[in-house]
């Protein structure tokens, strides 16, 4: 009877033991899906696919089998449609795990990274300059998570060149080959020149020419980048934002947005690489800063359409 007793004993500990491993690697996997996205508005869609895994798995738990099978189909549906939507960011994680990059996806790249106000000063001196001259131009500039080709109309032509007033100013040059696109840049670098964006379908005020419909419409589609544009007509400076566009702008107040959106306030930071000794600290710091953006209700903001 004692032997039989303590069978049961082991068998239910090591039941509960093999299920308490099992939520342990699914709340692993989950986090490292959190880690790899950075998109802000893509931090709700994985919120939602990990409400409906704990849903599916209380059901079984409660024995209800209808409802586990209607939800595990959900869950199913949802998997396959977040790795269509997730593609880049995927295809960046199972490149940075085949090069045994682990390290790296809770970290930032360990190249060196220019001062904040540098970058920014060139394109605000380049745009101020190509105001003065009444000479349009259209930039991208990436605020978070890398934006993918398939995004654009035309890729347009790599460049992979740092950001310089004196390259920015030539490029835009009516004698050019590649000034009627718009350039790419990301961090410290432009990407590319040339890019043909989609074109908003809003109705725009008669002012607005090809140029501001364009980057109504690359951040409409994408959330992860501001656009800034230079009238050629009249030289006056914009930002598209969401599909939002703030203008006219003068060269301080375009620098002040462009300081806000590239360079949040030190709770809003990406926490920088430590030893590999301190790695669980550094894991904890991107959990508990993943978990606060996740937890926090999305800012309508009061956004100005003109």
Same mark, same amino acid.
């Given at each position: 009877?004692?032997?039989? #007793?303590s %069978? ?5 500990? #090591?039941s ?6 099992d939520? %342990?690697?699914?709340?692993a996997?989950a986090?490292?899906?959190?880690? !790899? ?8 869609m994985?919120?939602?696919f ?10 079984n738990?409660?024995g209800?089998?209808?409802l586990?099978?209607?939800l595990n189909s ?6 396959v &449609?977040?790795?269509?939507?997730l593609?880049?960011?995927?295809r960046?994680?199972?490149? #940075?795990?085949g090069r ?16 904040p ?6 394109i605000?001196?380049?745009v101020k300059?190509?105001?003065?001259n009444?000479?349009? &131009?259209l930039?991208?500039?990436?605020t978070?998570s ?5 995004d654009f ?7 992979? +060149? ?10 835009f040059q009516?004698?050019?080959?590649l ?6 840049i990301r ?6 020149a ?12 008669? #002012?607005?020419g ?8 690359i951040?409409?589609?994408v959330? +992860?980048?501001?656009c800034?544009?230079v009238s050629?007509?009249?030289g006056s400076?914009?930002? +598209?934002?969401?599909? !939002?566009?703030?203008?006219p702008?003068t060269s ?10 590239l ?7 990406t926490v920088?690489?430590?030893?590999i ?5 550094q894991?904890g710091l991107k959990?508990w800063?993943l ?6 209700r999305?800012?309508?903001g ?5």
């Open positions: 009877m004692n032997n039989q #007793q %069978g049961y004993d082991f068998g239910l500990i #090591q509960l033991l093999i299920q308490a491993i939520i %342990g690697l699914v709340f996997l986090y490292l899906v959190l880690v !790899i996205v950075g998109e802000r508005r893509t931090l709700w994985v919120r939602g990990i409400i409906l895994m704990l849903a599916a798995a209380v059901s738990w409660a209800l089998r209808l586990h099978v209607a959900l869950v199913t549906g949802s998997a &449609a977040m790795a269509v939507i593609q880049s960011e995927f960046r994680f199972l490149e #940075q795990l045994g990059e682990i390290v790296q996806l809770f970290g930032r790249d360990r190249r060196p990274t220019p001062e106000d540098s970058v920014i000063d060139e605000v001196d380049a300059e190509l105001s003065q009444r000479t349009g &131009a930039l991208i500039v990436e978070d890398p934006i993918d080709d398939r109309s035309v890729p347009g032509v790599k460049l992979n +060149a740092e950001v310089s007033k004196e390259l920015l100013q030539t490029i009516p004698q050019t080959l000034h009627d696109g718009a350039v790419l961090a410290s670098r432009i990407v590319s040339g890019v043909i964006l989609p074109l908003s379908d809003r109705s725009a005020s008669r #002012q607005l090809t140029r501001h419909r364009a980057a109504m419409g951040t409409e589609r959330q +992860a980048c501001v800034v544009v050629e007509e009249t400076i914009s930002l +598209a934002q969401m599909g !939002i566009l703030n203008r702008l301080n107040k375009l620098k002040e947005l462009l300081e806000a959106k360079f949040p306030s030190e709770g809003e930071r920088a690489p430590i030893p000794g301190n790695f669980g600290r894991i959990g800063t978990l606060k953006r996740i937890l926090r999305p800012s309508s009061n956004r100005e359409k003109k």
